[in-house]
């Protein structure tokens, strides 16, 4: 049996997500245009012979004599979605777009800047396992690793943008605290990994890609499906590339807690928070209502406490600050499955079996407002009894 109480949060914070979507066809006339950068998703089941050799087709393809050189950049993998960042101006995009190999390609885009808002505390009773041999991959600005919260269990572990591997503007380190930070935590013992993807507040859809593919993969091979979490706290317009990544990474085995999004939106409109098997966590205040800015729909699977939460920050190794936002929500859910994991690990092997258990024991229609969502309060195993 455990306790769970969650006396009170507080905080808030986002990340705001930039859309940019269609793909203009240009015109024999147009002007030469600059280029562009683009993520290229191939067809499922393509194999390794015919990615190359469509490769090597997009590599020799210039639309018009003035057009550039195409690059290509990064290539991804995970499950059967393959894809790529390739550099070229619009005139070779729409002949790019009518290769056979081609399912569709998108622009890359901005991901979540940051903002923030006010403090306060939180409490909670909790079980002694806490967590334990549980990890964290926590996709975000970075991650102050000595803080005081994390005795030693926080750790860098891939850096997807140029520049320093710090947290260079707090929010990780905020959801690493709730997470798993000793005070603030929700599984206060589990280990924390840091994937930064932002940098100065922003982060592009190619760097949460690579980003999202380092961390699928380290827990594959590390053999920590059934441990692991991943955690996401930002967002694009809805996005197939995003959906797909995480939906390859599901297949694998690996969960992903994502953010619903402080828009007041449909979460439809967003990705990765619409990815059907992302588990999508929307936010509410103290008073059990969805939280005015928290995105919201039937592809909500869960909410957590997102106003006034409290957790570590960057100022200090003992700096602490409130923000609020669905990114605050969000880390509650990541820790308390790793909670779950490290308590009843029988039950929570698969990302299947974890969402069940998570659905299972939370609280059920008593949030107000909920716009379609879920009506499932995930914060509350206070007074279950766990076997
Ligand atoms: C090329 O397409 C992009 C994406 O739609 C658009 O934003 C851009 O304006 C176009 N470029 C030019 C130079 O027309
Ligand atoms: C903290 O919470 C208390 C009680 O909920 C509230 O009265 C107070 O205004 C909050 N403080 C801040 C700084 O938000
Ligand atoms: C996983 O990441 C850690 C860093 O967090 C690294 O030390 C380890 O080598 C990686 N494992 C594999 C199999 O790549
Ligand atoms: C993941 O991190 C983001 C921001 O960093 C945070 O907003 C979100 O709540 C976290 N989600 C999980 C699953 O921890």
């Known amino acids: 049996m455990f306790g769970f109480r969650k006396l009170a949060l507080l905080a808030v914070i986002l990340f705001n997500l930039t859309s940019a979507r269609s793909l203009p066809l240009q015109r024999k006339n147009d002007p030469p245009q600059s280029p562009g950068q683009y993520i290229v998703t191939l067809r499922d089941g393509l194999?390794?012979?015919?990615?190359?050799?469509?490769?090597?087709?997009?590599?020799?393809?210039?639309?018009?004599?003035?057009?550039?050189?195409?690059?290509?950049?990064?290539?991804?993998?995970?499950?059967?979605?393959?894809?790529?960042?390739?550099?070229?101006?619009?005139?070779?995009?729409?002949?790019?777009?009518?290769?056979?190999?081609?399912?569709?390609?998108?622009?890359?885009?901005?991901?979540?800047?940051?903002?923030?808002?006010?403090?306060?505390?939180?409490?909670?009773?909790?079980?002694?396992?806490?967590?334990?041999?549980?990890?964290?991959?926590i996709i975000d600005s970075g991650l102050l690793t000595t803080h005081e919260e994390f005795e030693g269990r926080a750790s860098l572990g891939y850096n997807a943008v140029d520049g320093e591997f710090v947290d260079d503007s707090g929010h990780g380190t905020h959801v690493?605290?709730?997470?798993?930070?000793?005070?603030?935590?929700?599984?206060?013992?589990?280990?924390?990994?840091?994937?930064?993807?932002?940098?100065?507040?922003?982060?592009?859809?190619?760097?949460?890609?690579?980003?999202?593919?380092?961390?699928?993969?380290?827990?594959?091979?590390?053999?920590?499906?059934?441990?692991?979490?991943?955690?996401?706290?930002?967002?694009?317009?809805?996005?197939?590339?995003?959906?797909?990544?995480?939906?390859?990474?599901?297949?694998?085995?690996?969960?992903?807690?994502?953010?619903?999004g402080n828009f007041d939106q449909d979460v439809r409109r967003h990705s990765p928070a619409s990815a059907p098997n992302a588990m999508t966590v929307g936010a509410i205040g103290g008073d059990f209502s969805r939280s005015s800015f928290s995105n919201w729909g039937e592809l909500v699977d869960i909410f957590a406490p997102g106003e006034d939460v409290m957790s570590a920050w960057i100022g200090s190794n003992d700096d602490a600050q409130a923000h609020a936002g669905t990114s605050m929500a969000t880390p509650h859910i990541t820790g308390l499955v790793l909670y779950l994991k490290s308590l009843i690990p029988y039950r929570m092997k698969s990302p299947a079996n974890s969402v069940r258990e998570l659905q299972n024991l939370a609280t059920g229609n008593v949030i107000q407002d909920t716009k379609g969502s879920k009506n499932l309060l995930g914060f509350n195993g206070n007074g279950i009894v766990i076997v």
Not at 203 to 223: C, H, M, P, R
Not at 231 to 250: F, I, K, Q
């Open 47 to 137: 194999d390794e012979s015919a990615i190359e050799q469509h490769l090597q087709r997009a590599t020799s393809l210039r639309a018009r004599s003035e057009s550039p050189v195409v690059e290509l950049g990064r290539r991804w993998n995970i499950g059967s979605w393959n894809a790529y960042l390739c550099t070229m101006d619009n005139n070779t995009l729409t002949q790019m777009s009518r290769d056979d190999a081609v399912q569709f390609i998108e622009p890359d885009g901005g991901l979540g800047a940051i903002s923030h808002r006010v403090p306060n505390h939180t409490d909670y009773v909790y079980d002694s396992k806490a967590g334990e041999g549980t990890y964290a991959y």
């Open 176 to 260: 690493a605290g709730t997470i798993g930070g000793k005070t603030y935590g929700v599984a206060k013992k589990t280990n924390l990994i840091s994937v930064k993807i932002f940098q100065n507040g922003q982060g592009k859809i190619s760097d949460f890609l690579e980003g999202y593919q380092w961390a699928v993969y380290n827990i594959t091979k590390e053999n920590r499906q059934e441990v692991s979490v991943i955690n996401v706290s930002g967002g694009s317009g809805a996005m197939e590339a995003l959906n797909r990544a995480v939906d390859e990474g599901y297949k694998q085995g690996v969960l992903t807690v994502v953010a619903a």
